[in-house]
């Protein structure tokens, strides 16, 4: 038997997936981190590297990964990280915001606090950049673990660094600008960078001649597992973050409102990363609470309750402004009613995104998947149902991990066929 390995590196763990080539899946595990950093990452990875079975890793062809898009770390030339990690939500970026304008084409993705080209401009402003070398993705520097390269990445991760998806180049203004040399080569998702590094396999007991393939981001992969595959068919991952994307003939882009396109084979997924999301629930409420009030909720009735429920003022997507103030008031005397108005608030959200989406061109939504933890809540999906006015189902598999172990059977989303070794 061969197996695939997919790994995920979210908000709060890792999960490890590993799949046969009949796409069934043969071990799962979990782990969670106490803090987002990179060494508590990297004990995630290995710790789930122990947990697995001997006689299963030995079967081990093909290792992918995701991570939250874009979360960066500037390295030094051994690869090791100079500073804190800059999280996909981490908005400090925003006093480098003027020279991204500057620099990058209107429209542009990197046009946003939240970029990873706007965080290399911030980090090139810290004492300690004279250092750096490489500018990595969460899911980059974890593949570097374990195959030793450093400076590779995907066109996934690498979009909000000003990659080109349409003709796979960095563009000539961005190869212009004098932190070009920290970028990274971008190479496909699921192209092989390396073979595990001997020490590693050795280490753990995995197939020596086990390959790590370039990853993709978290939300790509839970798309990837969800099993949308036509035009006009969407996912929704509904996790700490709001995160939306439809299956497109083709791209479409306004960095004024937080909308990108990333390339899937030779279609498109056009989405955009809304901050509201479950954080916010949870803020509130626990996951016991949640599961309660929700039974509580009738969700056929309508409560004149207008929130756009944040964290902390900012915003990426429907409307990327990073000022915009969260709208939680006034708070109804009645839990349910609370919570029902933040559940509304978010689906709200979620029909705008889809709604701009196809105002730009892309193609007519038909259909979404959900995936993530709010796919198990029935209140929200009427809720959602309801307001955009499509099927709404759960998604096919709900683990990003899963579509991460799809990207190493196969060796690329979209247009690629699977091609186990």
């Keep these: 038997m061969k197996l695939f390995l997919g790994i995920d590196f979210g908000t709060s763990g890792a999960r490890l997936i590993a799949i046969d080539n009949d796409r069934n899946i043969c071990w799962s595990d979990s782990t969670t981190y106490v803090a987002q950093t990179p060494a ?131 563009p000539r203004w961005l190869q212009a600008v004098p932190e070009f040399d920290l970028l990274p080569q971008v190479l496909a998702p699921g192209e092989v960078v390396g073979q595990i590094l001997p020490a590693i396999a050795a280490q753990y007991q995995i ?38 994307k439809l299956l497109s003939n083709k791209p479409v882009q306004n960095a004024s409102q937080g909308v990108y396109s990333h390339r899937w084979g030779d279609l498109w997924l056009a989405g955009g990363a809304s901050n509201t999301g479950g954080a916010v629930l949870r803020q509130f409420f626990s996951n016991e609470e949640l599961q309660d009030l929700s039974q509580q909720i009738d969700p056929q009735v309508s409560l004149e309750l207008d929130y756009y429920p944040l964290l902390k003022p900012g915003e990426r997507f429907p409307i990327n402004d990073p000022n915009l103030l969260p709208r939680l008031t006034p708070r109804p005397d009645r839990d349910q009613d609370f919570l029902q108005g933040l559940l509304t608030g978010i689906a709200r959200i979620e029909a705008q995104g889809y709604q701009l989406l196809q105002e730009l061109g892309a193609d007519r939504l038909t259909q979404i998947y959900t995936a993530g933890g709010g796919a198990q809540n029935s209140t929200w999906q009427t809720i959602r149902q309801n307001l955009i006015g499509v099927p709404i189902g759960p998604a096919s598999q709900q683990d990003a991990a899963y579509g991460a172990a799809l990207l190493a059977l196969s060796g690329g989303f979209g247009d690629q066929k699977s091609k186990p070794p």
């Design 40 to 170: 508590h990452w990297s004990i995630a990875l290995f710790e789930l590297f122990t947990k697995m079975p001997i006689d299963l890793k030995k079967q081990i062809m093909h290792i992918a990964l995701d991570g939250t898009s874009g979360t960066v770390l500037l390295c030094d030339d051994r690869g090791q990280p100079l500073a804190e990690p800059l999280m996909y939500n981490d908005d400090r970026a925003r006093s480098a915001l003027e020279r991204v304008k500057l620099s990058a084409p209107a429209g542009d993705a990197t046009i946003s606090a939240t970029s990873g080209l706007a965080k290399l401009y911030w980090y090139a402003q810290q004492p300690y950049f004279a250092a750096g070398r490489h500018l990595l993705h969460q899911a980059d520097w974890l593949a570097w673990l374990l195959h030793g390269r450093l400076g590779y990445s995907d066109y996934h991760n690498a979009l909000k660094l000003g990659y080109d998806p349409v003709h796979l180049e960095y």
């Design 207 to 244: 197939n020596p001649n086990c390959l790590i393939c370039a990853g993709t981001t978290d939300s790509i992969a839970a798309f990837a597992a969800a099993g949308a595959n036509q035009p006009g068919q969407a996912v929704t991952s509904l996790g700490s973050t709001l995160v939306l």
